[in-house]
């Protein structure tokens, strides 16, 4: 466009002037005109076409010019429907998926710990309403873990949970194993109406279900997620099952009270019916089979992941001959004897030892399940913070794992030196509080040394844990054991793959 052109169309203000999109950009860019220029411009207009060049002084052009858009004024308004056009992508929209998955995970592990605590205080309304003897009250709380370890105890099985996991895929195993408790445990109520042998079925079966749901988790949860994020993700699904069993203590006595003890079996077997529907819906065995997975993500986690094939042929012998593969079920097996123990002696030691209630005794069991859940969070936050320093892999798996051994060892041999009730109880918790750093420890590791292979191998290693929790002894015992533990697990493991 002509330098006349555009004097012409300032001459005439009725006239219509159109210019092109690139001189529009340049007005836009130009560096602004002198304070000389606009004081000439706003006494002088110069008359284009017929007039021929002719000028008229102190011309009133202020009508005119006020009443025209302003090119700021246009630019202010296109920015404003550029935030609209922001506005409109909902914050669930640009959420990582992988995040999504995690949350899921983390609902499914709370659900699985409430249907499993609420047996323990239905027992005593059942055991009075069928007239059940202490035997047959410790052959129906026992029988969950014969399906537990059905499951994860014989590899050779091929229905067993972590070879299902790795080679059909964590989606539908997490999922059946869900769908699979969550029934069993609304049928919990009607089995036992049936005999005693109905209701043992019923718990075997909801050991099958929660018996395929961690291999099912790690499994799924090596090809969503990141190394730099591995720590935090699965500490965040492991404190699902602390939360599920503070929200299953707390919210079964409520509804036997109101409704009757069935009716903690109905409402909880229900809610996984609810989880499942969204899981179908959201959830993938890999961001690869994820048709809305947005291309970046998707690019971050392929990157990033070490698991990507599916199995096929499981190599037992190259498993069982690596000494990190060992490391691991010895060091499981070792936190899980504390764990267990400190579970299963902790009201016993509460109430004959510290004089408290049974009231007290629960209300003081239920604070270490909330001080796991926040300290596996924090562990989980500063290993993959140390991860992303640039700190090794094998290292913060060592380091999360020797406090998650020598913590709880030094705070229990700390209660045969304490004189108060507050202290014992401190100790206890701090006890509890420091274990919950295995969750970036050991529990994280199956996916760092055997990625393709995380669901077996965690298994193999969760096989040994069950064991463990099927014996009983002091506290001494289980001090031994995490000393034992942290010399294992610091002397054969890593944090770099070991299995293709």
Not at 33 to 44: A, D, E, G, I, V
Not at 185 to 211: C, N, Q, S, Y
Not at 334 to 346: E, K, P, Y
Request: aromatic fraction near 12%.
């Amino acid at each position: 466009m002509s330098g006349r052109a555009i004097v012409s169309c300032f001459s005439h203000p009725s006239t219509s002037c159109y210019i092109p999109l690139s001189r529009r950009t340049q007005f836009a860019h130009a560096s602004p005109p002198s304070p000389l220029l606009l004081s000439r411009r706003s006494h002088l207009l110069v008359a284009g076409g017929r007039g021929g060049g002719k000028v008229w002084a102190n011309v009133k052009s202020e009508k005119n010019v006020s009443e025209s858009p302003k090119y700021e004024d246009v630019v202010v308004q296109k920015a404003r429907g550029l935030d609209d056009m922001e506005e409109e992508v909902k914050w669930w929209q640009v959420f990582p998926k992988r995040w999504v998955i995690v949350v899921l995970c983390f609902s499914a592990f709370l659900l699985c710990n409430m249907d499993r605590v609420n047996m323990s205080i239905a027992i005593l309304p059942m055991s009075a309403e069928y007239k059940w003897n202490p035997s047959t009250v410790g052959l129906i709380q026992s029988s969950f873990f014969w399906g537990y370890l059905l499951t994860q105890g014989r590899p050779l099985l091929q229905i067993a949970g972590g070879i299902w996991a790795d080679t059909v895929g964590g989606k539908q195993v997490l999922g059946f194993g869900v769908v699979w408790w969550s029934v069993a445990t609304a049928l919990t109520p009607i089995a036992a109406k049936l005999g005693l042998p109905f209701l043992l079925v019923a718990r075997v079966f909801m050991g099958i279900g929660e018996g395929v749901a961690m291999p099912a988790m790690n499994n799924i949860l090596s090809k969503w997620v990141p190394v730099s994020e591995r720590s935090r993700s699965l500490a965040l699904v492991y404190s699902g099952m602390y939360l599920g069993s503070v929200t299953g203590l707390a919210f079964s006595p409520f509804l036997i009270h109101q409704f009757g003890w069935p009716s903690v079996f109905y409402c909880f077997g229900s809610l996984g019916t609810v989880w499942f529907s969204v899981w179908l819906s959201k959830a993938h065995s890999s961001p690869l089979e994820d048709p809305e997975l947005r291309p970046e993500e998707k690019k971050l986690i392929t990157t990033n992941c070490l698991s990507k094939e599916p199995v096929k042929t499981i190599p037992w012998r190259l498993i069982l001959s690596k000494p990190p593969v060992w490391a691991l079920i010895a060091s499981h097996f070792c936190h899980n004897w504390g764990t267990f123990i400190l579970l299963t002696w902790m009201p016993t030691y509460y109430n004959q030892v510290l004089k408290f209630n049974l009231t007290e005794s629960g209300l003081f069991c239920v604070l270490p399940w909330f001080v796991m859940a926040l300290s596996a969070n924090v562990g989980g936050w500063i290993a993959d913070t140390l991860v992303s320093k640039g700190v090794s892999v094998t290292r913060v798996r060592k380091i999360m794992q020797t406090i998650g051994f020598l913590g709880p060892a030094f705070f229990l041999t700390q209660l045969s030196h304490v004189n108060s009730p507050f202290m014992a109880v401190l100790c206890m918790t701090c006890s509890q509080g420091t274990d919950a750093f295995s969750q970036s420890g050991l529990y994280s590791n199956h996916q760092d040394i055997a990625p393709r292979y995380s669901g077996i191998l965690l298994g193999l290693s969760n096989t040994a844990g069950v064991l463990a929790g099927s014996w009983d002894d002091v506290f001494k015992v289980s001090v031994g054991l995490y000393l034992v533990g942290t010399v294992v697990f610091n002397l054969f493991s890593t944090g770099e793959k070991v299995l293709e």
